[in-house]
């Protein structure tokens, strides 16, 4: 008994020793050979719960505490329980733990806040933190802040709550980061980038002090910094930054399952229906293991809608339709499944069944009514049936009144033309107005359009009550009156003539206008020359009853180069020659002086000559009119011809050959 004794005191200073190095493993090995001696010692039990917990067998520790649960009460080990439970997303179990044990230490309450926090209870988490901050004195003290604001941030993002202001100095990167998440809950995005700016600078500077650190240890630490940055980027508009920024952190490979889903989603919303191929591998990183404990519910339920929206872009109707009716179950009151089925349905030409699912859905949530109609409308518009699409608008009561209500409606009216229904949705609009909100910019708004329809259509009657409205809220709208007095003078002469009294006189409406300074200002298009000193005749001619126009001098002509002002001009000479009295014809068959034909060596010396046509005793068959009656002598010279060059024999047998073939005489 005294060796045993022995023996199990030197294993609890070995036990001591390994704790206080932190070597939990050599420790474990100790305290098993304790439990050899004495299977229900409580402190060996505590210390082989803690060092799995230390080695991370949570499983394997929270199975010995439920094994001795006579001797290791809730009591003895209720935080050791309660921990293991949590890291192993047994929330629900975890907090029934916490809430189980007889007093409430401080670590309960460390892991009571961050227990509530998982299970996205962010009023009664943010009260846990409050309490732990005011009556805890620590080094854990920045820690708690830290948490607290990643509730606030957390508020603010997903419940839209506006983050109080809790006067915390942000001078740690985890404390910039969150309050950067709390602005762009509130849409602040140009400020919360300025925060997150100011967080990698402050990541940068902590690590660097960090002599282990390494440069790819910095980025790891960035890359949730850098993933926000995207994030507000893509806000903005600027997708290509936010896009590269995204497969920069990707390359990066992160441990973080939670970061990895969240960029590869958003990558899946900027590539919307285009480049499904790329969207369809950033979907495997959804599907990581260990992803549903990372995020929130609305994270996760966002990742589920774009899978089954990529399932109808990648024309997967039965996925598609598998999904959508699984996040239907989950929420049976959200919009989006049955959006998606309705989608579907349509991009399979079921516009009937589309339209009848929304319907279903629309009578048996209510509340969510007018949403599912704005669709069903734009069903019925893609098909045709405008006035079918104009009945289920009108019946939608929350947005009768409003502007683009009206406006959709009456647009719609008149190109269905009927003036009647389009009336009637502006009457309807004003009288409501009229009832909750008289005078106000949209009531007179709304009588100012349909007066301006009523007009426009010729229903000048109907227009009056609303000119006269709208003359009493302004009487100085010139305008207004106008259009009143114009159409009293179809209904009403009389009244008209007494409404035109009100018209400001013709002196009142001229404009003093310095015409000539208009004139020359900078910019005039079109300036008026100045009339210069008049005298004489041209004083009298001013003062007369009116201006004389001068008239302006014609242009001599130009008379062509060889003209003679001693012959007359050819009087048909703007004729074609054809048309032309002393015009002949050429007659066919006969050339004439032709240069270069006939056989080699043959002349036309004796052709002239032999043509009666060109003897001095025979006239022209035609004289040109004006012409003089002697010719040229030159006009009978035989025109040079080309010779063949000397020395080549060769080509008067070739000459000879084509002659046989009838060809004519050429070289």
């Given amino acids: 008994m005294a060796a045993a004794a022995g023996a199990a005191a030197g294993l609890w200073s070995e036990v001591n020793r390994c704790g206080q190095n932190g070597d939990f493993a050599r420790a474990l090995k100790s305290v098993n050979k304790i439990l050899q001696i004495n299977k229900d010692d409580v402190t060996a039990l505590q210390c082989k719960v803690v060092c799995l917990i230390q080695n991370g067998n949570f499983k394997e520790a929270l199975g010995v505490i439920n094994t001795h649960t006579k001797v290791l009460t809730s009591d003895v080990i209720a935080f050791e329980k309660a921990y293991c439970e949590y890291r192993l997303n047994r929330i629900e179990s975890a907090l029934k733990t916490i809430q189980s044990a007889s007093q409430q230490t401080d670590k309960l309450k460390e892991l009571y806040g961050q227990v509530l926090y998982r299970l996205e209870r962010y009023d009664d988490c943010l009260a846990a933190y409050r309490d732990l901050i005011r009556n805890s004195q620590d080094e854990y003290e920045e820690e708690r802040k830290t948490n607290l604001s990643a509730v606030v941030a957390a508020q603010s993002t997903w419940e839209k709550v506006v983050p109080e202001d809790l006067g915390l100095r942000e001078a740690t990167y985890e404390l910039c980061y969150n309050s950067a998440c709390a602005l762009i809950g509130q849409g602040k995005l140009h400020e919360a980038m300025k925060k997150l700016q100011k967080a990698e600078e402050l990541c940068r500077q902590s690590l660097s002090e960090d002599s282990d650190a390494t440069e790819e240890d910095i980025e790891a630490e960035l890359a949730i910094i850098h993933g926000q940055m995207a994030y507000i980027m893509q806000l903005q508009g600027r997708t290509e930054d936010a896009l590269q920024l995204y497969n920069q952190i990707i390359k990066l490979k992160p441990t973080d399952v939670g970061l990895l889903a969240v960029i590869a989603n958003n990558i899946i919303t900027i590539n919307k229906d285009q480049n499904v191929f790329d969207s369809k591998k950033k979907v495997k990183l959804t599907n990581a293991e260990g992803v549903e404990h990372k995020l929130s519910k609305k994270q996760l339920q966002a990742i589920e809608f774009n899978k089954a929206l990529l399932a109808m872009y990648t024309n997967q109707a039965d996925q598609c339709r598998k999904l959508s009716a699984s996040l239907q179950s989950q929420s049976p009151e959200h919009l989006l499944p049955v959006l998606i089925q309705a ?136 305008h207004t009156l106008a259009q009143l007095i114009s159409a009293y003078s179809l209904v009403d002469p009389e009244k008209a003539k007494v409404l035109s009294k009100h018209l400001p006189s013709s002196d009142t409406m001229s404009l003093k206008v310095d015409v000539d300074a208009l004139e020359n200002s900078h910019g005039a298009t079109y300036v008026r020359k100045k009339a210069g000193k008049l005298t004489g005749d041209n004083q009298q001619k001013e003062q007369g009853q009116g201006e004389v126009k001068k008239k302006k001098k014609k242009k001599k002509g130009k008379l062509p180069k060889n003209y003679d002002p001693k012959v007359t001009p050819d009087p048909e000479r703007w004729l074609p020659m054809r048309e032309r009295s002393y015009y002949r014809g050429r007659k066919k068959g006969k050339k004439k002086d032709q240069v270069g034909k006939g056989t080699q060596g043959s002349t036309t010396t004796g052709s002239s000559e032999l043509d009666a046509s060109r003897t001095a005793s025979s006239p022209p068959t035609s004289p040109q009119p004006g012409s003089g009656a002697a010719v040229s002598a030159t006009s009978n010279v035989i025109p040079p011809r080309h010779q063949k060059p000397a020395g080549a024999p060769a080509t008067k047998k070739k000459q000879q050959q084509k002659k046989k073939k009838g060809a004519k005489g050429g070289w």
């Fill in 343 to 478: 989608a579907q349905l349509c991009r399979e030409k079921q516009h009937a069944k589309a339209v009848g699912l929304l319907q279903d859905f629309a009578e048996q949530h209510p509340a969510n009514a007018a949403e599912i109609k704005l669709t069903m409308a734009q069903l019925k518009i893609a098909q045709g049936s405008v006035t079918k699409a104009c009945m289920i608008l009108r019946s939608i009561e929350e947005l009768q009144h409003k502007p683009g209500m009206v406006s959709a409606l009456v647009t719609m009216y008149s190109h269905e033309e009927d003036i009647d229904s389009a009336i009637e949705v502006f009457t309807q609009a004003i009288q409501w107005y009229q009832q909750h909100q008289p005078k106000s910019p949209v009531h007179l708004s709304l009588i100012r359009e349909a007066a301006n329809f009523k007009l426009k259509h010729g229903r000048k009657k109907e227009a009056i009550s609303d000119l006269e409205e709208l003359w009493k809220q302004n009487p100085k709208d010139v």
